[in-house]
Structures are given as structure tokens and as C-alpha cells.
């Protein structure tokens, strides 16, 4: 049996992964903007996006390195503040991060003086379980991102793709109702990568948790998600959202169907065709 992550058993498996209340935003970008200050003026990383996630969903993001990705994702994390507008979770204005978001970064951080499980543990730490029920919930992480042979392990002895688990390890163990992840699986070797988009899936399948999943790679874009959002740069800013009409679970033989490339080929076209800035109809 594939090993899933705690809470899944209890909940709802009955309920439809993608049977969300699409009336209750539980990530809403309110006309978010953030500018950065440069000598001369300011730069505009992201102008004004407005875009309701909601519970349970799982919506990907793809666009051009640079045109606001990791900001749009640092913004629902509270590790940064919009200069325009506001994000919300759950209603509330998002002020600092929170232990209900778990963040995967793009650079993997890891502190090198823990061992993998130490890392694992750290986030947990902050809540008031035991240092039993701590470990157990680390050993779990570590097993479902396949490291558990290297749980003694000091990230200096790890490949990039392990690296890259670990940091992923860390974000299932704390449990976080919504996943914030910037390219997590961009380190990881075609194989291993398949595996963790079916873990990722199967884990969101059983469990009432929302993602936000920012990734260069259009496939495993449309391959995860309920909806794509596709950015375009300068200003950064939302191109369109494309949605992504296919039942879960989603299996090998969908990702070969003719439906899955139709899908596949116009995020492609809405990403490496883009009209410049000024000329693309508003997203409703
Ligand atoms: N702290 C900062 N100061 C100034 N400019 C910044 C800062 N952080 C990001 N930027 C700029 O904002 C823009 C958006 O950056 P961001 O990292 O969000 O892009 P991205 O879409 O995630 O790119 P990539 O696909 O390469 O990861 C870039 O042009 C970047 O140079
Ligand atoms: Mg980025």
C-alpha cells in the first residue's frame, strides 16, 4: 500500500478530489501588485492580480522566468507585501506566514547542520506535539518522498533531487492546509518526477488541502491541475487561466490521450505566443 500522508484516512475519501465549494475562495489575490524600488523609479514584478483559489483546488502556474511567479506565491506565503491590493486566506488578509501555508521553495533551503530528519522536524516544532509524535510524523514525510534510508543522513551527502525531497518532506510533515510550491520538482530526474506528481496527487485526493503549485513545465502543469494560470511578464501579470476539463485520478494513459495534448498545446500557445503587454484581453 502507498504510504499517505496522516489526517487522509479521516477524512471524506468518498468526496470527488475536485468536488470543491468553488464559491469559497480560500486563496483570493485582490488586485495584489508588488513593485520593487530601483535607483531610478520602481520595477513592477506583479500588477494587479486578481484570482480566487478555492478550497480544496489545485491550480498551477506557469509563465516566462522572471514574470512574477515565485512573487505571486511569495505574496500567499506573507513572505512578502504587496504594494497594491491585498491577498487573503481563508478571509483573512494575509500579514506574515502561518503554519496552515507549508512553502516548498525554488532553491531548496535546508539548514546543513540538521540531518534529513532534523530538517523534517524542525517545522514541527513550533506546534505542541510530543517529540514522539514529532518523529513520527517526520519518519512518515520522509518515507513518502522515498528517503527514508538517508534519515541520519546531512544534506552535504545528498544529490539536489534528494535535497529537493527533503525540503518537500518538511512541508507534508506540518500538514498545512494549503500548499504553496515554487517549482519543487524542477531538481528531480524524469522518473522520480512522475512519481512525486502521483504522490502529490494521490495525497491531494485524500485530503481536503488546496495547492498552489508554480512549475515551468507545461505538462506536469496541466497534468496536476484543476486550472492553469498563465502569466506574461513585463508587468508581470495573469495572461489567462485555462481550464483543465479531466477527471482524476489522472493516469498515465490520460496523459497519452488526444484530450490531454489539446489542453497541453494551448498553454503552450498561451505561453510561448504571448501578445505584448497592452494588447491581451483583461481575464474575467
Ligand atoms: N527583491 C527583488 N528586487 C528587485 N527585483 C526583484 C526582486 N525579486 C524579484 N524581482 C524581479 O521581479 C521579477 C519577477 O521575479 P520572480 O522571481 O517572481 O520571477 P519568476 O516568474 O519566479 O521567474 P523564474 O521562472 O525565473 O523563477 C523579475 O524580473 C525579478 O528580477
Ligand atoms: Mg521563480
Known sequence: MKPSLSKSDASDASAAPDGFDASAAKISFRGAGKTFPL???EFTALDEVSLDIADREFVTVVGPSGCGKSTLLNLAAGLAEPTTGQVLVDGAVVTGPGPERGVIFQQYA???WLTVRGNVEFGLKLTSLSAAERRRKADHAIELVGLADF??????????GMKQRCAIARAYAVDPDVLLMDEPFGALDALTRVQMQDQLLDTWTRERRTVLFVTHDVDEAVYLARRVVVMAAR???VHRVIEVDLPYPRTEELRLSPEFARIRNEVWHAVYHQEPAGSVAPVT
Open 235 to 237: 508587468p508581470g501579470r
Open 151 to 160: 534519515a541520519d543522513a546531512l544534506p552535504k551527502t545528498l544529490s539536489g
Open 110 to 112: 535546508l539548514f546543513p
Open 39 to 41: 535607483k531610478q523609479g
